[in-house]
């Protein structure tokens, strides 16, 4: 028996359905004629669930928040022509943190290529600098060999975007019209249909993202962590892994060696309560008394280059073997020293090194070392508490303290780039309250920074928050639009020092008229009105209890909330090395 079918909406209806059936439940779709046949089918997947941008690149970061809290690959659909152009600060960043995305773009057929039609640009492997693999997936056709083809396309990209090659891939998905499910196109067989359901998986479920015979490098690497008391575990931006935190910090025991901490590595956070992690070596660092006694031997790098600057100068200055620990074999070293970089899981190589420590009864007696980084630390806590922790309302390094004080056990936090993650990582104290932190330093951008928190929130279902600058505020403030379509109660705490804060740490500075036009940029913008327009919440906070109270009152709202803090990049940076300047002195 023959059956009427539109042939574009048959084969995107086929490729949804296997994504569906492999796990995926997301897709972030913006509007637009030519991606017809996509939208119809992951709009009519019941598995999926559907998230609507009208901008498209608020859609990509909309969806690179969803990986982040899913771990699994996200849909994104857009049209074709400059729609297309709008993903790429996503999937730069996707690319760049191995975040699983499924980028697929409509297309014109190859008859409207190079011959002056409509909305049409080359399509053809756009992002190759920045995608782990790429298909062109080519005009649709109902016969069951091709479209066997589009579902093992389906399967391929799954695969690839979250285990074996890990990050984004894109698929692009030229069609003819008519695009619409009730324009026939065929006749086909039911028989086709009823071979097509039955599927076989390309790959098994155990896809490992490496396959490397680690036996000789961990032998290797047990017997240096025997043989030098020097060394340093360094933790940088990580994803919370409860399991990898109790490892890293076991093997700090075992070791002797002192765990440095990043802001975003998590280990800052939960019930551990380790002495070990040293949340306060960006502003150590800079005391050169203490770098020339504290030179280590050896360094085990876990997550990727950490945030603090003073760090990345002083790794630049050791001679120590150093091996960078990550599922990829992906390098992390601004500074190019590093021995190796060593493509397994970071859990197994925590287990496998603590089981061959242990088979041999190794426990470092002499803790000195571990002991000189605990003691300078816990200086620098004080130093802290003394000078930051009671700084007068509204200085920026102070803020740090008080969200993560008020904020509830179990929260997300978001970080913009630029200043707030360097504030963070500088000034967030260990806390016993479990965190969980996210942020976009794959490429470091503020694009997209709003659209990534709500896409967070969205998955996570906890109460998230956004401490973000001004600029990136601006730069996504028309995402406001999802938080106010999907009922997306997220708290941004933000931080307007009216242009570029962080460029008062650059030497330019001194030439004024260039630095304020050219760097700074001041907008003297009223943000109030744009959250308004958005039924947003809005206050403008005027003190420590102030923010408090508001924070308090943002729990219980089930609209976004925007807490302003008015601040002077100026002031803020004084305190900033009054600060770095006595932990120096101290040490």
Request: glycine content about 4%.
């Amino acid at each position: 028996m023959k059956i009427k079918i539109n042939r574009n909406i048959l084969w995107t209806r086929t490729f949804a359905s296997e994504l569906a059936a492999l796990g995926v439940k997301y897709a972030c779709i913006s509007p637009g004629s030519r991606s017809t046949p996509l939208t119809y089918a992951f709009a009519k997947n019941k598995s999926i669930k559907t998230f609507v941008h009208i901008d498209e690149r608020s859609s990509a970061f909309f969806a690179l928040g969803l990986a982040k809290v899913t771990d699994t690959p996200v849909v994104l659909i857009t049209t074709s022509g400059t729609a297309t152009a709008e993903l790429y600060p996503a999937i730069i960043e996707s690319y760049q943190q191995r975040i699983p995305l499924i980028v697929c773009t409509a297309d014109r057929p190859p008859e409207l290529q190079n011959c002056g039609a409509n909305q049409t640009i080359n399509q053809n492997n756009l992002y190759k600098n920045h995608i782990r693999w790429f298909v062109d997936v080519g005009i649709p056709s109902v016969t069951l060999k091709r479209l066997k083809f589009i579902r093992d396309t389906a399967q391929q990209a799954y695969y690839k975007s979250s285990a074996i090659m890990r990050g984004p891939v894109h698929l692009n998905f030229p069609f003819r019209k008519p695009f619409e499910p009730e324009s026939f196109t065929d006749e086909i067989s039911e028989l086709v249909i009823k071979n097509l359901s039955d599927r076989k998986l390309l790959y098994d479920d155990k896809v490992k993202s490496t396959s490397v015979n680690i036996d000789k490098f961990l032998h290797s690497i047990a017997g240096e962590v025997r043989r030098y008391e020097k060394g340093l575990i360094i933790a940088g931006p990580l994803n919370n892994n409860k399991s990898l935190k109790k490892l890293i910090i076991k093997l700090s025991g075992i070791s002797g060696y002192p765990v440095i901490s990043d802001g975003v590595s998590h280990l800052r956070f939960g019930s551990h309560k380790s002495e070990n992690v040293i949340a306060n070596f960006d502003a150590v660092c800079r005391s050169d008394s203490f770098i020339k006694k504290h030179k280590p031997d050896l360094i085990l790098h876990f997550g990727r280059t950490l945030t603090s600057k003073s760090f990345e100068l002083f790794l630049s200055g050791c001679k120590s073997k150093r091996y960078m620990i990550n599922n990829f074999g992906d390098w992390f070293d601004p500074s190019r020293k590093s021995t190796a970089s060593i493509a397994i899981p970071p859990v197994m190589f925590c287990q496998e090194l603590i089981t061959r420590l242990e088979s041999i009864n190794f426990m470092r007696k002499d803790k000195s070392w571990l002991k000189s980084f605990i003691n300078a630390d816990q200086s620098a806590e004080k130093i802290k508490q003394r000078l930051i922790e009671i700084a007068p309302f509204p200085a920026e390094a102070r803020i740090i303290s008080e969200l993560i004080k008020f904020i509830p056990d179990n929260s997300n936090i978001m970080i913009s780039n630029s200043l707030p993650v360097r504030d963070f990582d500088s000034f967030a104290s260990k806390s016993s309250k479990e965190i969980f932190i996210f942020h976009n330093r794959g490429a470091s951008g503020i694009d997209g920074i709003i659209s990534t928190a709500l896409g967070i929130n969205a998955a996570s279902k906890k109460r998230t928050f956004l401490l973000t600058g001004d600029l990136a505020f601006f730069y996504d403030i028309n995402s406001l639009l999802a938080a106010r379509n999907y009922k997306l109660p997220v708290v941004i705490i933000l931080i307007n020092n009216n242009g570029g804060g962080i460029f008062e740490n650059l030497p330019i500075k001194s030439h004024k008229k260039i630095f304020n036009k050219f760097f700074k940029t001041p907008h003297n913008l009223d943000f109030s009105h744009h959250i308004k327009a958005y039924n947003g919440y809005y206050k403008k906070l005027k003190s420590w209890t102030d923010f408090k109270t508001e924070l308090s009152k943002s729990l219980k709202r089930k609209t976004f909330s925007v807490l302003e803090f008015e601040t002077d990049a100026v002031t803020s940076l004084k305190l900033r090395n009054q600060y770095w300047k006595v932990v120096s002195n101290a040490h």
